[in-house]
Every structure is written in structure tokens, then in C-alpha cells.
């Protein structure tokens, strides 16, 4: 043991080193603060699942896309809960199905027959029905506010539905001014990706240090297929019609865009410590003779070419890089992916998992979603529009449709291992089955009487 007088001196020079410790404890949380990864989600418009080079498309490159997807946690067996955007976007930024956060279609049905839904939003006369289906959505617990509560500024771009992006959904900064006439579903915020990516650089530049979120969902490759000239030309000669070349075309405009925002994170020194999520929020194939027109069993449809979509998750030396084309995700997982990742808590009632834990990953067998009209036919009662809802148990996957709204169709049976795109209905042969998956359609969520 030490002399007496030399452990005092040591306990002194502890007791010194504690009270500076306490003393530098908010100096450090503001370090810590700083150094909180940032976010950016990159959502597609209307792709569908196999149209990317990684996903083995023959003619479209997409080479930013397959670089990010090499970088990532990358889930090939991807799913929207609803294949229709302005329902798929509230579900990513809310973590729920369109049942629980009650936004199922694009528009309100109004009252007046011969009435555009679409045309009629900004008159006072039809304000009710639009106002409802936003207040169903703002008064959810979202992402965004989540994160600005957390001292994060989030900046909105692209396709906005739910009126101003500040008012209902948190963010500090938007592109969309969501009000009146021509606020149908982004208005100014539309410009992104096709006019260039500036608005995201000037954000990022005045953030000043502080962790940022940035919602880049640009309407590419949505319709109007209107892409460069030199890349139209290009799909021209590998296309079998010029509708579908410029659908490729426009689905390759899109990668460009994602590179240069790609390459500004990395000129920027901030790609090492941004959390780079990539989704879509629903499938496309295009109509072979029908410019800007989608195919059957795409969009708007339970089919694979209507919900299927990769996801990735990409945060450099914190998350592996690794592609998985066996287990299921939904991008109802990617609010408690990023509270899991971020180390802070989600709502206690959202149905996704933690897509960055492989346990929970394998656990998981089942996977649902749900679809509806374009139109929603009682803002009041939101889920009277569904039409079908879905379930994929393993490679197995039921549609079950609505007996209100399609009282002749019977159910779909497919063997997506097989056969992914479901040519070949199985359900008469496997009726076993049928009942099965019905029995956990309805544990998940019973049908309306």
C-alpha cells in the first residue's frame, strides 16, 4: 500500500478528474449529437421489382442502383403493404397498413357525379373530403417528427400527398407547398431529380453540422415518360415499342439521379455516417402500345408487378453488405429499422421488425398487404374501397378479394418459388392451403362485414 499522504493525492486527483468528467458530460452529448448519422430515403416511383441491373434486367442499366444495392442490406424479396403511392408513402412514414392509418386511395370520390376527383382539389365546396383523408394521416405518430424531435432538420422533395409537409408531418424544410390548387400530390416539390438535385445540396450545405433527413421521392420514372433524348434513343433500339423504350429510358434517368446524389454524399465526406434507405413505393409494367399507361397486374393490383420492390439499407461499417433473395421485408419495417439502427424508440404498435436483425428476419414466416381503388369511395370509412388483401406465407402467396367490391372473383393461389409471376393460379388444386392462408389473412386483419 501507498503512503498515506500519496493515496490522498490520488483520491484528490480522482475526486478533480469526476468533477471535470460531470462538467464535460453536456460538452460530449453535444459531441455525440453531432456525429448522429444522417438519413436519406430514396424512393422510386412506379418500378417494378425486376427493372434494375442487379435484379438481372436484360437491357435497363441502372449502375448507381447496383452499386448502392452492392453496398447494402439488400432484400430482393421486397414488398409494399398497397401498391398505389399516395397510400404506400403515409405507409413508410408511418410504419402502418393503410387500414391503421387510414389513407387508402389517391383521392376522395365527391359527392357530385361527373366531378374530377383529382381536378376538384382546392374547391371550397369539396374541402371536407380532402382535409379528412390528411387529418387521418397527421394525427399519426410519423418518422419525420420523430426524428426533427430529435434534433434532426428533415428536408421534403418530390411526391408530397398529405397537404403541407411542415404542418402535418414535421418536417423543417419542404419543397411542396401542399395548399390549394395544384397541391394535389407535390406541386413545386415534383421538380426534383428532373430539374436536378440542387434544393437537396443547398439544404445539406446549411445544415450546419446537424444530423439531417432528406425525403427524395422524385416522380421518376413515373409518367410523363419524358427522359433525355440520348437515352431514349439508346432504349429505342432495345425495346419491342417506343412506350416501353421510354419507360426504361426514364427508369434509367432516375439511376443518374441517384448517383449524383450518391456522389455529392461522398464529396461531402458524409456518406461514411448517412444511413441511405432505398424503396419503392409501388410496381409498373408498361403497357406495350399505351404511352404513360401501365399494364395488367401491376399497379393498382396485388400482383408481384404491383408489390413487389427490392429494399436497401445501406450505413457503410456499421451494417453489412450483404443481398438476401430468401426472407421477406416491407417497408412497413423500415421505421423500426431506423429506430433500431439509431438506437431510440418506436411506437409500441407498429407491425414491422427490425430488418438489421437477422433473428427477427428468420423468424418471421408471413408477410401482408392490402389494395384498394385508386378513389376512396367514404372518407369517413376508408376501408369500404378495398378490393383484396393479400398474404405470402414462405414462397406461398394468397389474394383474397372483397366480396363488397368483387363478388365474383375467388381467390388466387401462387407458388411464387416457381413461379414469380404468378401465371399459374394453384388454388383449386390446394384448397387445403387456401383455407390455411385465409385463416391468417383473417388473424391479421378480419374482413369488414
Known amino acids: 500500500m501507498g503512503h498515506p499522504r500519496q493515496q490522498g493525492n490520488a483520491f484528490a486527483v480522482l475526486s478533480l478528474l469526476g468533477v471535470l468528467l460531470w462538467l464535460s458530460l453536456p460538452m460530449l452529448a453535444a459531441e455525440v449529437s453531432v456525429v448522429r448519422p444522417n438519413i436519406v430515403f430514396i ?95 397527421a394525427q399519426r405518430p410519423n418518422l419525420v417528427r420523430d426524428l426533427v424531435g430529435r434534433g434532426y432538420l428533415a428536408l421534403q422533395t418530390g411526391k408530397w400527398w398529405e397537404g403541407d409537409p411542415v404542418k402535418t408531418a414535421g418536417f423543417t424544410h419542404a ?7 395544384g397541391g394535389r400530390h407535390g406541386d413545386a416539390g415534383l421538380e426534383i431529380g428532373r430539374k436536378g438535385l440542387e434544393p437537396i445540396y443547398k439544404f445539406i450545405a ?65 456518406r461514411e455516417n448517412t444511413i441511405v434507405v432505398y424503396t419503392t413505393d409501388n410496381g409498373w409494367i408498361q403497357h406495350p402500345d399505351k404511352a404513360n399507361q401501365f399494364a395488367p ?13 427490392p429494399i436497401m439499407i445501406s450505413w ?29 424508440p418506436a411506437p409500441n404498435n407498429l407491425p414491422g421488425i427490425n430488418l438489421a436483425d437477422d433473428k427477427a428476419v428468420a423468424r418471421r414466416k408471413r408477410i401482408f ?22 398474404v405470402i406465407a414462405g414462397w406461398w402467396k394468397l389474394i383474397v378479394p372483397d366480396t363488397r367490391n368483387l363478388p365474383d372473383r375467388k381467390p388466387e393461389l401462387y407458388d411464387l418459388r416457381t413461379d414469380p409471376w404468378e401465371r399459374q393460379d394453384l388454388a383449386s388444386q390446394s384448397s387445403s392451403r387456401v383455407r390455411k392462408l385465409t385463416a391468417e389473412l383473417d388473424r391479421w386483419w378480419p374482413p369488414e362485414p
Request: aromatic fraction near 10%; charge should be neutral.
Open 43 to 137: 424512393i422510386s416511383d412506379d418500378q417494378a421489382w425486376g427493372d434494375y441491373g442487379f435484379m438481372g434486367h436484360p437491357h435497363i442499366a441502372t449502375p448507381h442502383l447496383d452499386r448502392l444495392a452492392a453496398q447494402s442490406l439488400t432484400f430482393e424479396r421486397g414488398y409494399t403493404p398497397v401498391p398505389l403511392c399516395r397510400p404506400s408513402l403515409c405507409s413508410i412514414v408511418t410504419g402502418l397498413y393503410p387500414h391503421q392509418h387510414g389513407v387508402t386511395g389517391n383521392d376522395p370520390q365527391v359527392p357530385d357525379a361527373g366531378v374530377n376527383a383529382m381536378a376538384a382539389r382546392g374547391d371550397a365546396k369539396y374541402a371536407r373530403y380532402y382535409d379528412t383523408i390528411i387529418h387521418n394521416f
Open 316 to 344: 457503410p461499417r456499421h451494417l453489412k453488405a450483404r443481398r438476401d433473395s430468401e426472407h421477406l421485408a416491407s417497408n412497413v419495417d423500415l421505421w423500426p429499422t431506423l429506430a433500431a439502427l439509431l438506437k431510440t
Open 206 to 270: 446549411q445544415a450546419g453540422g446537424k444530423p439531417f433527413f432528406v425525403w427524395y421521392a422524385p416522380m421518376l420514372p413515373h409518367a410523363p415518360h419524358t427522359p433525355p433524348a440520348g437515352l431514349l434513343q439508346k432504349y429505342l433500339k432495345l425495346a419491342p415499342s417506343e412506350p416501353v423504350a421510354r419507360y426504361w429510358a426514364s427508369v434509367e434517368w432516375f439511376d443518374r439521379t441517384c448517383g449524383e446524389l450518391l456522389d455529392h454524399l461522398d464529396r461531402k465526406g458524409l
Open 175 to 181: 419543397m411542396t407547398a401542399g395548399e390549394g390548387k
Open 297 to 309: 397486374r401491376s399497379k393498382l393490383t396485388s400482383y408481384e408487378g404491383g408489390v413487389r420492390t
Open 369 to 390: 398487404g392490402e389494395q384498394y381503388r385508386h378513389n376512396i369511395a367514404d372518407v369517413d370509412e376508408p376501408t369500404r374501397s378495398l378490393e383484396t388483401r393479400w
